[in-house]
């Protein structure tokens, strides 16, 4: 079994992603700035995967406080909250888990800070436990969608490594593996950060999964070429429309998969739908360094200072997506009406 992020006693405990294929290092983080440090540099990454560090590292930093009571504590909590909420804009699954721990500590009005820093430290293992149980009820559900002997083409990681365990794209074909189905992935590299060909290929090798790499510019061919059954990818956000924040690239790739008859699904938990986002170009698009773009795994690839573009997400406009797979079910378009339904979101 994969362990991506998880708490201990003496801290938040994570795979370090920038070190895969090559090594299998976990990091310790004993400061909860050391949790931020992780988000940013990618150590930990992936919307369900960010939304438990983010949690886990509000509760590290209250851990970090002890002593500190009322108005103290209060401002602690405040500040902790706005800094993880910096960090990473697109995924939606942080905020989320910030509401959930804002809600917990809500309900503990009235009790010790410390009592109430343990509450949020069980809150914030019983939130990873629970995306991990989700995963595996997404991963059912998907997994009716899948042919026998299907080739799936995913994109960026969308697995044990990018959640709390199981993964939401690699749920789903983890599921129909299970079922006896035998899947096999077609994964795009994923430039500039190439979480396909790091990641992706690293996690599916390790279960036995047939695994066929590409780069992302032979996706169309392969597409073009009717040996693909259907697309699977997962989500940073998605608007109640529909419209899906995902890795830079998936929104060529759901263009092609339209253009060439092959289905295009979305996996992902109810916490990665934004019920205050209409529709996808309200989402908040976040740009990296370009040093991502002009390096290549630690080598300079472009003339110094070139200037860069580079957004880590794009929108892919609800209209090219064949179903999104929650861990309550399958939603079809229109998807405003399955979304909120599953949500429970009322009209604002
Ligand atoms: O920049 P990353 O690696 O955090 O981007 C990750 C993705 O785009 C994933 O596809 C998405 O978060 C879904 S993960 C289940």
Redesign the pocket.
């Known amino acids: 079994m994969i362990r991506t992020i998880w708490w201990e006693d003496d801290g938040v405990h994570l795979l370090d992603q920038r070190a895969l294929p090559g090594e299998e290092i976990y990091l310790v983080c004993r400061d909860y700035r050391e949790v931020i440090e992780a988000i940013s540099s ?1 150590a930990v ?4 995967a960010l939304g438990v560090a983010v949690a886990l590292g509000i509760a590290l930093g209250l851990k970090q406080a002890a002593g500190a009571s009322g108005e103290e504590f209060q401002g602690r909590f405040e500040g902790l909250c706005r800094e993880f909420a910096r960090v990473r804009p697109t ?1 939606r699954n942080p905020f989320w888990a910030i509401e959930r721990i804002r809600a917990l500590a809500a309900e503990q009005a009235g009790v010790s800070a410390e009592e109430k820093t343990a509450a949020l430290i069980r809150g914030a293992v019983a939130l990873a436990e629970e995306d991990a149980a989700n995963n595996r009820r997404l991963g059912e559900y998907g997994q009716t969608l899948i042919p026998p002997s299907a080739a799936i083409l995913t994109y ?3 697995g044990a490594l ?2 709390a365990g199981y ?2 794209a690699l749920g789903i074909v983890r599921a129909a593996w299970a079922a006896g189905k035998g899947p096999e992935v077609y994964a795009c590299e994923t430039r500039p ?1 190439l ?1 396909g060909a790091r990641l992706t290929a690293w996690e599916l090798r390790k279960e036995g999964i047939p695994v066929t790499l590409i780069t992302d510019n032979m996706a169309g061919s392969l597409l073009a070429s009717g040996r693909i059954n259907c697309v699977i ?4 956000r998605i608007a109640r429309n529909g419209d899906t924040a ?2 830079i690239g998936t929104y060529t790739l759901a263009v092609l998969a339209r253009e060439n008859g092959v289905p295009f699904y979305v996996a992902a938990p109810l916490s990665t739908c934004d019920g205050a986002v209409g529709e996808g170009r309200e989402i908040v698009i976040e740009e990296r360094s370009g040093e991502e773009v002009t390096t290549f795994a630690g080598t300079r690839i472009a003339p110094a200072g070139v200037s860069v573009w580079n957004p ?2 794009d929108i892919t406009p609800c209209r090219y997506i064949s179903a999104i797979v929650t861990e309550r079910g399958i939603i079809g378009p229109p998807y405003k009406e399955g979304i909120e339904r599953q949500t429970n979101i009322k009209d604002r």
């Open positions: 990618l990454r992936g919307a369900p995924a960026c990681n969308a990018a959640t993964g939401t950060v979480q990818v997962g989500a940073d995902n890795k880590a997400f």
